[in-house]
């Protein structure tokens, strides 16, 4: 049975035409792999690069403290104003580090005593040093019943241990690659000296203590 040439030319174009599909998902499959392996590769030397190196967390140091004033008044509030100077140094010899967010704040047993200072963003370059000076505060700060028996204490004692906490998110850099935001938790213990109180009343004005005191850092 005799074929047309139109019959032909249709059954050809139809064969040309699935050909043509087939190429391009061959030429489509073979630039995803190409676009995958590529990938992989690369994740793969950054992950190389990211042990060989092996980023160390950054170093924190209270250097001094002021206290301009750590009033106590019934019933168990407490306003205090102290500033503090912050020692940050990122031991890496090729990794930089972003703080994208650090927030200080004083604790006293477990419970936050005044509200967050912001530290602005910075970049910290290798082996750089940065030092900070904020300001924490609280005013009138209620103290819990069982943080008021140890204030107490504290003030018959003429000294009251505070810890100085910095809250932030940091990303490190290595090369080109930045990594994904980490968690920073620091912690810097520090004594406030004064002379015993009176009538539950403790004034602190402008009293600096040099410290160097290094800080607990977690990520």
Known sequence: MSVSVKEWLSDTWSD??????????KTLRRICSGVLILSVIILVIVLLIWAILQPK??????????????NV??????????????????????????YDKLDVSAIYQNQQITSYTAIPPTY???NEVNVW??????????????????????????TVLLT?????????K??????????LYVKCPVNIVFGNST??????NGIKYQLAQSCSVSL
């Open 16 to 25: 040309l035409k699935d050909d043509l599909m087939e190429e391009r998902r």
């Open 164 to 172: 100085i906490k910095i809250e932030g998110r940091v990303r490190f």
């Open 57 to 70: 967390k950054p170093d924190f140091i209270l250097q001094d403290a002021t206290a301009y004033a750590f």
């Open 174 to 183: 290595v090369g080109t690659y930045i990594s994904g935001r980490y968690h």
């Open 124 to 126: 910290q370059g290798h």
């Open 199 to 204: 009538a539950g009343v403790v004034v602190v």
């Open 133 to 158: 000076s904020p300001m924490v505060s609280g005013v009138n700060v209620p103290v819990a019943p069982y943080n008021g028996v140890a204030l107490s204490q504290d003030q018959a004692y003429g």
């Open 73 to 98: 008044t019934a019933p168990n509030l407490l306003t205090s104003n102290i500033l503090v100077t912050i020692e940050s140094r990122n031991p890496n010899d090729k990794i930089g580090v972003y």
